[in-house]
């Protein structure tokens, strides 16, 4: 069986409002439907699927629970979206008081923006210029 693509990622989070207002306010994804699950937690949508998942302590995997959020993501370096409007991502991370860094690859036309969500996590924007 092959791998199709990214279905979602799944963060643990300390603070939970506070995470889904970061992708929900700044990013500009959408709260959306989610299952009936015995946790709290939140699935934000970009479109019409959920690509991150938000839960607290006790819905996280057995394995991870022990781990405090915010603290060591292991060996993920980042994640990242794409983008259509570099201008209006950025005038909204300036709008929150959000610290960001941009970054131009020229021989591929791209223009990346990194912001780190409220546990630590680099984000990646990137937008074709």
């Given at each position: 069986m092959a791998l199709e693509a990214l279905d979602h990622y799944t963060i643990q989070?300390?603070?939970?409002?506070?995470?889904?207002?970061?992708y929900r306010d700044v990013l500009?994804?959408?709260?959306?439907?989610?299952?009936?699950?015995?946790f709290p937690g939140y699935w934000?949508?970009?479109?019409?699927h959920a690509v991150v998942h938000l839960l607290g302590r006790e819905g996280a995997l057995p394995e991870n629970r022990g781990a405090k959020p915010g603290?060591?993501?292991?060996?993920?370096?980042?994640?990242?979206?794409?983008?259509?409007?570099?201008?209006?991502?950025?005038?909204?991370l300036?709008?929150?008081?959000?610290?960001f860094r941009e970054n131009l690859i020229r021989?591929?036309?791209?223009?990346?923006?990194?912001?780190?969500?409220?546990?630590?996590?680099?984000v990646e924007m990137n937008f074709r210029t």
């Open positions: 989070c300390a603070d939970l409002d506070a995470m889904r207002d970061f500009g994804l959408s709260e959306g439907p989610r299952p009936q699950l015995p934000l949508y970009c479109g019409e603290s060591d993501t292991g060996g993920l370096d980042h994640v990242a979206f794409r983008g259509a409007d570099a201008a209006a991502t950025i005038a909204r300036k709008r929150h008081g959000l610290a021989d591929i036309a791209l223009h990346q923006v990194f912001v780190r969500d409220p546990s630590g996590i680099m």
